[in-house]
């Protein structure tokens, strides 16, 4: 895993540097700076993409519609979303829409200035398990995107364990429960997310 230019001795030396940003690629869109939310002791660390419309006025990642799924299909694998989950992103402010309103992706460009930032929390959580959400938190951390074939597979980086699932955003936009669909896949993945941090924790 890539090092940040700065070492840091803690997670709040992290979190107060990111806070104290100004010459992020994002400082002149006029949108708040976000970072996390959860136990820092969890032993499960999530990554999503960046902050939209919600998070940008609440200051707390994955606070909106995309964040209520999402604690819910933490809770589907028997994880409570305050304690035993620890939630981030992989860039730190919501991304302005062309209109000043609205809002889109991250680019490349942004992903790539906050990634050393997203490692650093990374090292000061410590956690055993990671759950990158979606394309962008794949490109953060994996440096390659391709969701469909990556995810429900674990990758060992570092002595931890990564699992890419798909955005909660992406599952909102497809609500069929066939089989094969990506809400039964969430399902048949956070189940796997479950049995494989019960094995490591020796549960
Ligand atoms: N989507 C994300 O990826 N992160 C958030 O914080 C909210 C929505």
Redesign the pocket.
Same mark, same amino acid.
């Given at each position: 895993m890539p090092n940040a230019t700065t070492s840091y001795n803690s997670l709040e030396e992290v979190l107060a540097s990111i806070r104290g940003l100004k010459d992020d690629p994002l400082a002149n869109a006029g949108t708040n700076i &976000?970072i996390s939310r959860g136990n820092p002791k969890a032993r499960l660390l999530l990554i999503?993409? #960046? !902050? +939209?419309p919600?998070?940008n006025i609440k200051g707390?990642?994955? &606070?909106?519609p #995309? +964040?209520q799924l999402l604690d819910k299909i933490l809770q589907a694998g028997e994880f409570d979303p305050e304690n035993d989950v620890y939630?981030t992103? *992989?860039v730190f402010r919501m991304p302005p829409g062309d209109d000043g309103k609205s809002f889109r992706k991250p680019n490349d460009k942004e992903i790539e200035f906050y990634r050393p930032f997203v490692f650093e929390i990374i090292r000061q959580i410590d956690p055993l398990v990671i759950l990158l959400? +979606?394309n &962008?938190?794949c490109q953060a951390i994996l440096q390659k995107t391709g969701i469909t074939s990556l995810r429900g597979k674990w990758i060992e980086l570092d002595g931890r364990w990564l699992m890419p699932i798909f955005? !909660? *955003?992406y599952l909102l936009r497809n609500q069929s429960r066939e089989p094969g669909s990506p809400k039964s896949l969430m399902w048949e993945d956070v189940r796997e997310v479950r049995r494989k941090y019960d094995e490591l924790l020796g549960k």
């Open positions: &976000v999503g993409e #960046a !902050p +939209g919600q998070e707390k990642p994955f &606070v909106g #995309a +964040g939630i992103n *992989s959400t +979606g &962008v938190a955005h !909660p *955003s």
